[in-house]
């Protein structure tokens, strides 16, 4: 049960997005046969290159057929992969190390997003987490990634989390997102493209004149890097495979090469990129996937490669809580070898 909840928590890092009026069930219909190639993805940035690769028909040179299939919940994602449903998930990086301490047939393939949480305020002159200090910050889901890497961060630089902020949790990224264009909340922790989606709607209609100044205060990335003393970026997501594909070993490696070339697309080409994902998730906003694209950091990274940074990084989560890992450090076989 414990495990089951902080695979749920750890997901909702990479799911979060404006679609809450979507009343589909989500139920997969598509077969995952010899014949298909199906991918399983969120509605969120890690996904993108893989709509570009759908829109553009690579992979496989045409011989299979290309299906999707969005994920909204953990149940939904962990049917998937225990039912081998998919061939290529896109994932949160610990959630794969979870799959894999549980003894699933999955690999890791690459880590692609490397900038995605902000603290944004209704105040231009904060830059650190000390700097929020005894302030109310609003905080979806007790316990998520983000609230672990709030906690981690803060203990780091000598602060107490629960003692010297007011952490108010709410039961949805968007709860926190009403809060900051409704002026009920001066500061909270959002993901892209929530982030870029609060800012943009600030900027028009009725908010414009309710909350017209919304910030991005502190790049938590940043705060990382300057107090682990490391680069600005945390492995957040990225993309395994499981089942049966796995037997395909060139398919894999062709998949992680077109994955590449339309990560560097959709970097280059943030208008571009928005217009292809609203196409496949009408629920999202071109002006804010835009803007996420222009501030996140996708970047498609094999995970053989950078092996010992995923280490160190399941480290601190393990060492955090190792539910987070499924409580223990994934072994050389977790990662794909070319």
Sequence with gaps: MKNTIYLALSILLISITSCGNDQSSGTNTIKNTKDNIVFAVPFAPVSYPILK????????????????????????????????????????????AMFYNKGIKIKMLNISIWRAIWLVSRSNDKKTLADFKGETIAMPFKGDMPH????????????????????????????????????????????????????????????????????????????????FNTKNEIPFAGIMAGGNILEDAPLVKEFMAEYKKATKWCMSNPEETAKIVVKHIPQLNEDGVTEAMKNVILRADDASAIKEE??????????????LTGEKIPDNNFYFSN
């Design 53 to 96: 690769m759908l829109e553009d028909g690579t992979l496989s040179k045409g011989k299979k057929k290309l299906e999707l299939v969005i994920w909204k919940t953990p149940d939904q994602l962990k049917a998937l992969v225990v039912g081998e449903q998919a061939d290529f998930y896109a994932v949160p990086s610990n959630v794969g």
């Design 148 to 227: 672990i890497i709030f906690t981690i961060l803060a203990k780091k630089q000598g602060l107490q989390p629960e003692k010297d902020f007011n952490l108010e949790f709410l039961p949805s990224p968007m709860d926190a997102a009403k809060k900051m264009i409704t002026r009920r909340v001066t500061h909270a922790l959002l993901i892209d493209p929530a982030v870029s989606t609060v800012i943009e709607k600030s900027k028009s209609g009725l908010s414009s004149v309710i909350a017209p100044d919304i910030y991005r205060s502190v790049d938590i990335q940043n705060e990382w890097g300057r107090l």
């Design 310 to 323: 995923l280490t160190e990084f399941f480290n601190i989560l393990h060492t955090s809580k190792p539910a």
